[in-house]
């Protein structure tokens, strides 16, 4: 394959490099999708949902072709102690508004998508820095090969080597990032779906908070696949860090806890990973765009975590295709300079999907509130004991009962000003 001829060089084949690659690509662009795995998702992780209306938007009807484990029927959150549960749960009437899926499978389906488009892809190749030409990007360097393009789409995830050298991020604080971590359990699917209440090939999505993370800010997550579990772990790496807690430790917790152990009996771990969550926000560059350049997906910290939701590969198709449709408005032009490119920035506040980056920004400062994962998991199981438990004692009112049990545990003050925080938040 000769290096050059080439119009964009999308770095990265994740789900925003592959949108955007496709996307241009349909519309007649040169396209070179450069992947340092020896596959597009051998090298990335992910939760394992994926949320179905940006592939729609993609790719119309051939979404269907994508390799869903199982949709996403049933969504859940637990509270938990060390010896207590309680769970809330959720069946959804959109049989396909989200499914599970393992990355490695999606995102080497979505390349090949981006293929038959038309897009060049190469594998096993790392791109380790940036063509500049009087601070303008005009290709990239990867290994030995020194690629000229007109435009390049960074793709490169959390550390995003090429916003920096294009001066527009520095090093992430520990404060921005949260560590992700996942087991995956085979389990056979009649199993699966006994325990958690499903009809055949119907998945679910549950979240847990309070003991699993050992009163860090963070907490565990479910999700089902066709004969396994990913089970896992967000945990902020600034907590894990001060606090020197080994995060293997966090993930026995999860697995040993009774709620949880339940439900994986029986089952094989065979597959381990972990990799860093940005949580800045868009916040996490100083711009999205530079001349020549522009960033997507995790590198632009497009994802989202709620506490309750996690988001980011939705996010990314949308960027990437954002990102390539900002691209073909400036080819038209044949201008790609930071002035031309600047529309990118406000293409994504406001595309509608992207809007809840922007909407939900406050909530990574609320949910620094430790409380929210000692305490009030605690407060919960408690005011559920007593009033569940019959013991022949006389019974309190139920909301004298909830002031009983946050006595000596959070001031009244404090507990209505997370309140407040939180309505304001979400």
């Given at each position: 394959?000769?290096?050059?001829?080439?119009?964009?060089?999308?770095?990265?084949?994740?789900?925003?490099?592959?949108?955007?690659?496709?996307?241009?690509a349909?519309?007649?662009?040169?396209?070179?999708?450069?992947?340092?795995?020896?596959?597009?998702?051998?090298?990335?992780?992910?939760?394992?949902?994926?949320?179905?209306?940006?592939?729609?938007?993609?790719?119309?009807?051939?979404?269907?072709?994508?390799?869903?484990?199982?949709f996403?029927?049933?969504?859940?959150?637990?509270?938990?102690?060390?010896?207590?549960?309680?769970?809330?749960?959720?069946?959804?009437?959109?049989?396909?508004?989200?499914?599970t899926?393992?990355?490695?499978?999606?995102d080497?389906?979505?390349?090949?998508e981006?293929?038959?488009?038309?897009?060049?892809?190469?594998?096993?190749?790392?791109?380790d820095?940036?063509?500049?030409?009087?601070?303008?990007?005009?290709?990239?360097?990867?290994?030995p090969?020194?690629?000229?393009?007109?435009?390049?789409?960074?793709?490169?995830?959390t550390?995003?080597?090429?916003?920096?050298?294009?001066?527009?991020?520095?090093?992430?604080?520990?404060?921005?990032?949260?560590?992700?971590?996942?087991?995956?359990?085979?389990?056979?699917?009649d199993?699966?779906?006994?325990?958690?209440?499903?009809e055949?090939?119907?998945?679910?999505?549950h979240?847990?908070?309070?003991?699993?993370?050992?009163?860090?800010?963070?907490?565990g997550?479910?999700?089902?696949?066709?004969?396994?579990?990913?089970?896992?772990?967000?945990?902020?790496?600034?907590?894990?860090?001060?606090?020197?807690?080994?995060?293997h430790?966090?993930?026995?917790?999860?697995?040993?806890?009774?709620?949880?152990?339940?439900?994986?009996?029986?089952?094989?771990?065979?597959?381990?990973?972990?990799?860093?969550?940005?949580?800045?926000?868009?916040?996490?560059?100083?711009?999205?765009?530079?001349?020549?350049?522009?960033?997507?997906?995790?590198?632009?910290?497009?994802?989202?975590?709620?506490?309750?939701?996690?988001?980011?590969?939705d996010?990314?198709i949308?960027?990437g295709?954002?990102?390539?449709?900002?691209?073909?408005?400036?080819?038209?032009?044949?201008d790609?300079?930071?002035q031309?490119?600047?529309?990118?920035?406000?293409?994504?506040?406001?595309?509608?999907?992207?809007?809840?980056?922007?909407?939900?920004?406050?909530?990574?400062?609320?949910?620094?509130?430790?409380?929210?994962?000692?305490?009030?998991p605690?407060?919960?199981?408690?005011?559920?004991?007593?009033?569940?438990?019959?013991?022949?004692?006389?019974?309190?009112?139920?909301?004298?009962?909830?002031?009983?049990?946050?006595?000596g545990?959070?001031?009244?003050?404090?507990?209505?000003?997370?309140?407040?925080?939180?309505?304001?938040t979400?």
């Amino acid at each position: 394959m000769s290096l050059e001829g080439f119009e964009v060089a999308v770095v990265g084949a994740g789900p925003a490099g592959s949108a955007a690659a496709l996307t241009l690509a349909r519309e007649g662009v040169q396209v070179l999708l450069v992947e340092r795995g020896t596959f597009p998702g051998s090298k990335n992780v992910f939760g394992g949902r994926i949320y179905s209306y940006a592939l729609k938007r993609l790719l119309g009807e051939r979404w269907k072709d994508a390799p869903v484990e199982r949709f996403v029927r049933k969504e859940g959150i637990t509270f938990m102690t060390a010896d207590s549960s309680f769970s809330v749960e959720y069946e959804s009437k959109d049989p396909t508004g989200s499914f599970t899926s393992i990355r490695s499978k999606f995102d080497k389906w979505l390349a090949e998508e981006a293929e038959k488009a038309g897009a060049s892809l190469i594998t096993d190749s790392r791109v380790d820095d940036l063509v500049l030409e009087r601070g303008i990007v005009k290709g990239i360097i990867a290994g030995p090969d020194k690629i000229p393009t007109d435009v390049v789409i960074a793709c490169d995830g959390t550390t995003t080597n090429l916003a920096r050298k294009a001066g527009l991020a520095s090093m992430l604080e520990p404060r921005e990032v949260s560590i992700g971590m996942k087991d995956v359990i085979e389990l056979p699917a009649d199993k699966m779906e006994e325990r958690l209440g499903l009809e055949p090939e119907e998945g679910a999505a549950h979240v847990f908070v309070g003991e699993c993370s050992g009163g860090l800010r963070g907490g565990g997550f479910l999700y089902t696949n066709k004969d396994s579990l990913a089970l896992g772990m967000v945990v902020g790496a600034d907590d894990i860090s001060t606090k020197k807690v080994p995060s293997h430790t966090l993930m026995d917790r999860l697995r040993n806890h009774r709620k949880v152990r339940r439900l994986i009996r029986g089952g094989k771990t065979i597959e381990y990973d972990a990799h860093m969550i940005p949580e800045a926000g868009p916040k996490m560059l100083t711009r999205p765009y530079t001349g020549g350049m522009l960033v997507a997906g995790d590198a632009a910290g497009h994802l989202l975590n709620n506490g309750y939701t996690f988001r980011g590969v939705d996010m990314a198709i949308v960027s990437g295709i954002a990102a390539a449709q900002t691209i073909l408005e400036a080819r038209k032009r044949k201008d790609y300079s930071a002035q031309s490119l600047q529309t990118y920035a406000r293409r994504l506040r406001e595309e509608p999907a992207l809007k809840d980056m922007y909407t939900f920004s406050k909530v990574p400062r609320y949910l620094r509130n430790n409380r929210l994962y000692n305490v009030y998991p605690e407060l919960v199981c408690n005011a559920a004991e007593a009033i569940y438990r019959v013991d022949g004692n006389r019974k309190r009112k139920i909301y004298k009962e909830l002031r009983t049990q946050t006595k000596g545990k959070v001031s009244t003050i404090s507990l209505i000003r997370d309140l407040l925080a939180g309505a304001r938040t979400f």
